[in-house]
């Protein structure tokens, strides 16, 4: 099963010229580009330098060269970054984008002028240009999104920044565009929180896999006690964390068979992330959790949620296709204290590795355990997760609006103590009455995914601009819109 991760982020690479300008900073911008690409990762498509006047698109013809290439490389290109070294020919770049027909997300990015560098021989207008070259856009019903400051230099380290921010960008849409879910077993009983609507996710082309739960339980079952696979499983399993030793080795049998029929069943049906029914059933008749089943795959980049929350899985696999890192589904669960900017995420046990700050402990669930008997909740991960910056996001289908939407911010795991079983985040995040009472008045789920990192933007871009899909992004600048004049 071949994954958007196993291969770096690909660009188009565009330079932007009118004729009557200068070329000379044409050659400058194409290596420019071609370097930060480089120091990035990034795989840069584009033409020969000699394949156009300059390396430049400044015609139809030219831009019917590119659009022929790139729809040549339809299927490994992730998006566009079109330079403007001087003013641009707007109406080759648009038709450029016309015809190769990408449906990719467009980096549009203009040169600076140096003040002592304006006379008619060395000007770049470039500044100019741009605007020009996004009214074509508007017109033509183009999204793309724009650098940090409108004109930018090429070799800077801010442009370095949004680039490395846009190729984010690029593949949390090519991601989530087609992404398959798997659905294991039904939605937990209790929990009518998780209810979601697989029609507004095929209209957004993202399509859900559903398994019963007892076809997984018999396809665990049936592996073999001497099977090579399942002594490798069990390996892993012991390397993952610190298991007390009051537990048997049938019980880490039990789990890694469960484990290895999860893995299977997600590389058969080629998902992207899962979700799975982790209480009280499988418990009750397999005699484990699936919690350490859901915190390795999510540590190797294929997240997987709890309680058969299905947004929450989307959710996860958005921030960890925006951050390139393992993603966690928690609950907005507790006050701290009195501090009204400070709260307590958890779950049961099912955050990646990374996430805590030292070998996590696999024991069993702690509050089911006490319910049912602790023989047969083997598989909870437990640690308190590590300070540091964090991005949260949640994805929910909303049904009477006939929408997805979400919210996304940013935050921070803290070092305060809390004396409270299982996997827990305290978490400090600005203003976040304001933030609650946006989950509350909207209709959002308690499950929120999170990821290390500050990558909000990345992702605001991606579900805003090019997805489309309402988004609330909390602490952010509300960008100023045209009013309409009063009546007379």
Same mark, same amino acid.
């Given at each position: 099963?071949?994954?958007? *991760?196993?291969?770096?982020?690909?660009?188009?690479?565009?330079?932007?010229?009118?004729?009557? *300008?200068?070329?000379?900073?044409?050659?400058?911008?194409?290596?420019?580009?071609?370097?930060?690409?480089?120091?990035?990762?990034?795989?840069?498509?584009?033409?020969?330098?000699? !394949?156009?006047?300059? =390396?430049?698109?400044?015609?139809?013809?030219?831009?019917?060269?590119?659009?022929?290439?790139?729809?040549?490389?339809?299927?490994?290109?992730?998006?566009?970054?079109?330079?403007?070294?001087?003013?641009?020919?707007?109406?080759?770049? !648009?038709?450029?984008?016309?015809?190769?027909?990408?449906?990719?997300?467009?980096?549009?990015?203009?040169?600076? @002028?140096?003040?002592?560098? %304006?006379?008619?021989?060395?000007?770049?207008?470039?500044?100019?240009?741009?605007?020009?070259?996004?009214?074509?856009?508007?017109?033509?019903?183009?999204?793309?999104?724009?650098?940090?400051?409108?004109?930018?230099?090429?070799?800077?380290?801010?442009?370095?920044?949004?680039?490395?921010?846009? !190729?984010?960008?690029?593949?949390? %849409?090519?991601?989530?565009?087609?992404?398959?879910?798997?659905?294991?077993?039904?939605?937990?009983?209790? *929990?009518?929180?998780?209810?979601?609507?697989?029609?507004?996710?095929?209209?957004?082309?993202?399509?859900v896999i559903t398994v019963d739960l007892?076809?997984?339980?018999?396809?665990?079952?049936?592996?073999?006690?001497?099977?090579?696979?399942?002594?490798?499983?069990?390996?892993?399993?012991?390397?993952?964390?610190?298991?007390?030793?009051?537990?048997?080795?049938?019980?880490?049998?039990?789990?890694?068979?469960?484990?290895?029929a999860v893995n299977r069943w997600i590389?058969?049906?080629?998902?992207?992330?899962?979700?799975?029914?982790?209480?009280?059933?499988?418990?009750?008749? *397999?005699?484990?959790?699936?919690?350490?089943?859901?915190?390795?795959?999510?540590?190797?980049?294929?997240?997987?949620?709890?309680? %058969? @929350? %299905?947004?929450?899985?989307?959710?996860?696999?958005?921030?960890?296709?925006?951050?390139?890192?393992?993603?966690?589904?928690?609950?907005?669960?507790?006050?701290?204290?009195?501090?009204?900017?400070?709260?307590?995420?958890?779950?049961?046990?099912?955050?990646?590795?990374?996430?805590?700050?030292?070998?996590?402990?696999?024991?069993?669930?702690?509050?089911? =355990?006490?319910?049912?008997?602790?023989?047969?909740?083997?598989?909870?991960?437990?640690?308190?997760?590590?300070?540091?910056?964090?991005?949260?996001?949640?994805?929910?289908?909303?049904?009477?609006?006939?929408?997805?939407?979400?919210?996304?911010?940013?935050?921070?795991?803290?070092? @305060?103590?809390?004396?409270?079983?299982?996997?827990?985040?305290?978490?400090?995040?600005?203003?976040?009455?304001?933030?609650?009472?946006?989950?509350?008045?909207?209709?959002?789920?308690?499950?929120?995914?999170?990821?290390?990192?500050?990558?909000?933007d990345a992702l605001n871009e991606a579900?805003?601009?090019?997805?489309?899909?309402?988004?609330?992004?909390?602490?952010?600048?509300? !960008?100023?819109?045209?009013?309409?004049?009063?009546?007379?």
């Open positions: 099963m071949s994954r958007i *991760f196993d291969r770096p982020v690909s660009l188009g690479i565009v330079i932007a010229s009118r004729a009557f *300008f200068s070329p000379a900073p044409c050659a400058d911008a194409r290596r420019d580009i071609l370097a930060q690409c480089d120091a990035l990762g990034v795989t840069a498509v584009t033409l020969p330098f000699d !394949a156009t006047a300059n =390396g430049a698109v400044q015609s139809i013809e030219d831009a019917r060269l590119y659009a022929e290439h790139f729809r040549a490389n339809r299927d490994r290109i992730d998006g566009l970054v079109i330079s403007l070294p001087n003013f641009g020919d707007e109406i080759a770049i !648009a038709e450029l984008i016309s015809r190769a027909n990408l449906n990719v997300p467009i980096l549009l990015q203009a040169c600076n @002028d140096e003040i002592d560098q %304006v006379d008619v021989h060395s000007r770049r207008d470039a500044f100019c240009g741009k605007i020009s070259i996004s009214n074509n856009f508007w017109q033509y019903g183009i999204a793309f999104s724009e650098t940090s400051e409108h004109s930018i230099d090429l070799d800077s380290a801010a442009f370095r920044r949004d680039l490395d921010k846009f !190729a984010r960008t690029c593949r949390t %849409v090519r991601g989530l565009r087609g992404a398959r879910i798997g659905a294991i077993g039904a939605r937990t009983g209790p *929990f009518q929180t998780m209810r979601y609507s697989e029609k507004l996710l095929q209209s957004s082309g993202i399509t007892s076809e997984m339980m018999q396809a665990a079952g049936a592996i073999a006690d001497n099977a090579p696979e399942l002594t490798e499983k069990m390996d892993r399993i012991r390397a993952y964390g610190t298991i007390p030793v009051h537990i048997t080795e049938k019980q880490v049998a039990t789990q890694a068979k469960w484990t290895l590389a058969e049906n080629e998902c992207d992330a899962s979700a799975i029914q982790c209480w009280r059933s499988l418990q009750d008749n *397999f005699g484990c959790a699936t919690c350490v089943t859901m915190s390795m795959m999510s540590e190797e980049l294929m997240p997987s949620a709890c309680e %058969v @929350d %299905v947004m929450g899985a989307l959710s996860m696999y958005a921030l960890t296709l925006a951050s390139g890192a393992p993603a966690a589904i928690l609950d907005w669960n507790n006050n701290y204290g009195r501090e009204i900017d400070k709260c307590v995420c958890t779950h049961c046990g099912n955050f990646p590795k990374s996430f805590t700050g030292a070998t996590p402990e696999i024991g069993e669930l702690d509050v089911l =355990g006490e319910t049912i008997g602790r023989s047969k909740c083997f598989g909870a991960v437990k640690g308190k997760v590590k300070a540091g910056d964090m991005t949260f996001f949640r994805l929910s289908s909303d049904d009477r609006a006939g929408t997805l939407k979400s919210y996304v911010g940013e935050g921070a795991f803290t070092d @305060d103590p809390f004396g409270m079983d299982g996997g827990i985040a305290v978490t400090k995040v600005r203003d976040l009455r304001r933030l609650m009472a946006f989950v509350t008045q909207n209709g959002f789920e308690h499950h929120v995914a999170m990821v290390r990192g500050s990558h909000a579900v805003t601009r090019y997805l489309r899909w309402p988004t609330y992004h909390h602490g952010a600048e509300i !960008a100023p819109r045209p009013t309409l004049p009063p009546l007379p």
